[in-house]
């Protein structure tokens, strides 16, 4: 698969693992709070588990592509196209400072459907300052941001999934 195409899923399959843990996370809940195990909504839950999984590890292995170092060998030609490309889909930021990022950040619509305007603020003030460490780039960090919420969102779902396990098998 070409960049462009790996640029455009990206953020497609961010959003379709966000949905899959989110309804995990519902039926989970839902299955706990029920009195008579409902194995059913528990196998449902399980799955879109599984699911949400799967698309993040599809987001995280095609963000290392994207925004992983090119090879010494590359012309700058190409890394100017792979930038120019990254920055029309979306998937970096032009910001360079942390205040930009938070104002750009704030704005962006793929970011408003992972998380409130609170979270991105306390994200960019205790997360800017290490996303500049080492070849890291401050432009990566709404993709770093989403990854971020949607491995919350996996481990969530994983303790849900632990203690309905327990109530299918107590001890």
């Keep these: 698969m070409d960049d462009r195409a790996v640029a455009k899923n990206v953020l497609i399959r961010a959003k379709k693992s966000r949905e899959k843990l989110d309804e995990s996370i519902c039926a ?75 104002k750009e950040l704030l704005a962006d619509e793929d970011v408003k459907s992972f998380m409130d305007s609170g979270k991105v603020v306390h994200y960019v003030r205790e997360a800017g300052t290490y996303q500049t460490a080492g070849k890291r780039k401050i432009q990566n960090i709404k993709i770093r941001m989403i990854i971020d919420e949607l491995g919350a969102l996996a481990v969530e779902g994983r303790e849900l999934q632990r203690r309905a396990g327990e109530k299918i098998m107590p001890k």
């Design 28 to 102: 989970f809940k839902e299955f706990l709070s029920g009195e008579a195990p409902n194995l059913p909504k528990y196998y449902l839950a399980r799955n879109r588990l599984q699911e949400g999984q799967a698309l993040l590890t599809e987001v995280l292995n095609d963000a290392k592509k994207l925004l992983g170092p090119l090879p010494d060998y590359v012309s700058e030609n190409l890394k100017e196209t792979r930038g120019k490309l990254l920055r029309e889909s979306h998937v970096v930021l032009e910001s360079r400072t942390i205040d930009a990022l938070e």
